[in-house]
């Protein structure tokens, strides 16, 4: 009895022993994506967000913005500069990767999100989890823009951002001919945000931000798709870590990032900030600058550069419009020819009539709208000659009342 008694013990423990705890697994989560989280908490040089703060002061200003705390404000970015616009897209391993020519690139635009404010203009907002880019998409078979994502929308772990439903404004849009997405001095081809509201009626909205293999993955316009728009053959590169803040090209396929862990911190703060009336007057002195080596030339080179880059951005506005034009005129040729009866042929006409009409309004209000634009730079810069002139003057006044 004692014998049968012990070998039924020795069997619970076996069994016991062989029990794996399998959690309930809750409708609508797959368990794929669970582990997702933990990454982002692991920082193994133990830094936080006043890395932030202490790093990118020197190229720009740290205001109190109460809906999200402290945000940083570039200064002497060059003319029409947008969130995006100096660098371009390179596709690797992470989808679609954003390659700053700005030294502080590698920060603001891959952590975080950009605002606007109407004082400030653009401001951004610092975030913990790096990604490729962290813009929304759009595109058609003659366009291809993005959008910074704004403060607000989340990186749900384990989902990524997918859902559309926040509001981008039209003028926060980039937008290219889709010929020249892949080339590398992309600002040269960023269309006047003024044609944006006539752009975003041609194209589709998509939102494809998630995570695979444990990385963030920016498959807003489909490779394929972008081959299409481009013609041209993409080379997909792969991302490695370096502890250098930049990023370059080290070999055939291959790209080198810099991508700390940073971890969030209720306590940090930047060592100086700006209180808000101040930064409005700086960065309103600021944003006359044209190109970055403004502030050493003449005020007749000032204007001059600032002429040029008004004349570029007409002649690429006008370019874009006729190909519009074109583009409608094609179609109507090629619904004319598939029309099998007159009727149908007279329907087609005056559909496309109507078509004409509402682009021409649009291309129409586009040109008014930039050269009302262009009259208030022109204003901005002469302002700054005259402000320039009394300075020295000012100057004077203060020494002759101090003797």
């Known amino acids: 009895m004692k014998k049968n008694l012990f070998i039924i013990l020795l069997g619970l423990i076996f069994t016991a022993s062989c029990l794996v705890y399998l959690p309930v697994q809750e409708e609508g989560l797959p368990p794929e994506e669970e582990y ?20 990118l002061s020197p190229y720009g200003i740290w205001v109190y913005y109460r809906a999200y705390g402290y945000v940083w404000i570039p200064h002497d970015v060059p003319y029409g500069w947008r969130p995006y616009t100096r660098g371009h897209w390179i596709w690797t391993d992470y989808g679609w990767m954003w390659r700053s020519r700005i030294i502080w690139g590698w920060a603001p635009f891959h952590y975080g999100r950009w605002g606007w404010d109407r004082d400030f203009g653009w401001f951004w907002v610092p975030g913990t989890v790096w990604g490729p880019g962290w813009v929304t998409w759009r595109s058609s078979n003659l366009y291809i823009g993005w959008a910074p994502l704004p403060p607000g929308v989340p990186f749900v772990v384990g989902v990524g951002v997918r ?26 081809h960023v269309y006047p945000y003024e044609r944006n509201r006539t752009i975003i009626r041609y194209t589709v909205h998509k939102t494809n931000i998630y995570v695979r293999n444990n990385r963030v993955v920016n498959e807003g316009i ?8 481009t013609k041209k053959q993409i080379s997909k590169y792969e991302v490695k870590d370096t502890d250098k803040a930049d990023v370059r090209r080290i070999g055939p396929g291959q790209l080198e990032v810099y991508r700390p862990t ?13 209180r808000k009336d101040e930064a409005k007057v700086r960065i309103s002195e600021e944003r006359t600058v044209i190109r970055k080596a403004d502030k050493k030339v003449s005020d007749a080179e000032r204007e001059k550069n600032l002429r040029d880059a008004q004349e570029r951005e007409v002649r690429i506005l006008e370019r874009s419009q006729q190909r519009e034009k074109k583009e409608l005129e094609q179609k109507l040729e090629e619904e004319r020819k598939a029309a099998k009866t007159s009727a149908e042929k007279k ?57």
Do not use: C, M
């Open 36 to 55: 997702y989280e933990e990454p982002y908490d692991d920082v193994s040089r133990d830094l936080d967000v006043s890395y932030f703060y202490d790093y």
């Open 222 to 229: 489909g490779i394929d798709r972008v081959r299409r728009i």
């Open 262 to 274: 940073i971890k969030k911190s209720a306590t940090a703060k930047p060592k100086t900030v700006v």
């Open 163 to 188: 859902r559309t439903a926040f509001t981008i404004p039209a003028s926060h849009w980039v937008f290219v001919d889709g010929n020249y997405f892949l080339d590398t001095s992309l600002h040269l």
């Open 347 to 403: 329907r087609v006409e005056k559909e496309y009539k109507e078509k004409v009409n509402k682009l021409q309004k649009s291309h129409t209000e586009e040109k008014t709208d930039v050269k009302k634009r262009h009259e208030e730079e022109k204003k901005k810069v002469v302002k700054k000659k005259k402000d320039d002139k009394k300075e020295p003057e000012k100057k004077k006044v203060v020494k002759k009342k101090k003797k």
